[in-house]
């Protein structure tokens, strides 16, 4: 979904080395989120920000840290890459309206991070 | 004929068939379930969802059934085509906390077969 990118698509870094994932979105959501994608499974959550000033650890923020910079962007840091840490990494955006019930998700094409 | 899977992580079928993939879910209190594609490099999208005070809801050849007493949502697809090779996911949510996010399934892998 292009109202959703992410930067790097692709990236291969080294043990120890400090990354940092961009996402922005034109959608004008108030929600993000960052995942994990191993292979063969499903997305674990890391992080996700209801709005600029709320942050919230998902189920695997160790490692990780986060920077929601203005509503549009969260950016997701890996301090000293690890070898596990090597996934692909989704951002997503949601916009839950007041009386609505949805939360319907809004996925950025992931990027692939390989640590060696 | 249709295919019918358990909840397995591959599901294979011919072109034309109805395919069914199964989610069980976890949580008794989840009162909203949506249902994504990811096709391969791509991040997932969303195909439909359902609250939990329906038990049927169809879309454009999609058709997801809820079944609470047994904490089970299927997501049947008719006339299986190949672009519908992909692997699909069900999320549960909660409407009235304020979370504000999915706990997704592991996924099915389904294949369409020319």
């Known amino acids: 979904d292009a109202d959703v990118t992410q930067t790097p698509r692709n990236r291969i870094t080294k043990t120890g080395k400090r990354i940092m994932l961009e996402c922005s979105q034109t959608?004008?959501?108030?929600?993000m989120y960052w995942y994990r994608q191993d292979p063969g499974l499903g997305l674990q959550l890391i992080y996700y920000?209801?709005?600029?000033?709320?942050?919230n650890k998902g189920e695997i923020s160790d490692g990780y840290s986060v920077s929601r910079q203005a509503q549009a962007k969260f950016s997701l840091s890996l301090e000293s890459a690890i070898p596990n840490q090597t996934a692909l990494y989704f951002c997503?955006?949601?916009?839950?309206?007041?009386?609505?019930?949805?939360?319907?998700?809004?996925f950025g094409p992931g990027t692939r991070l390989t640590v060696l | 004929g249709e295919s019918v899977g358990l909840h397995l992580p591959t599901l294979s079928v011919q072109e034309g068939d109805n395919s069914i993939i199964n989610c069980a879910y976890s949580n008794s209190a989840s009162d909203y379930f949506i249902w994504y594609k990811q096709e391969s490099g791509k991040g997932p999208q969303f195909i439909i969802d359902i609250r939990s005070n329906m038990d049927k809801r169809q879309g454009q050849r999609v058709t997801v059934l809820l079944n609470k007493t047994v904490k089970h949502l299927s997501l049947q697809i008719a006339a299986t085509q190949p672009g519908d090779s992909a692997v699909y996911f069900c999320a549960e949510n909660i409407k009235w906390t304020n979370a504000g996010k999915s706990t997704f399934g592991d996924g099915t892998t389904l294949t369409v077969k020319p």
């Open positions: 959608k004008g959501h108030d929600r």
């Open positions: 920000s209801f709005d600029v000033k709320d942050i």
């Open positions: 997503a955006t949601s916009d839950r309206t007041s009386g609505r019930t949805t939360d319907t998700q809004y």
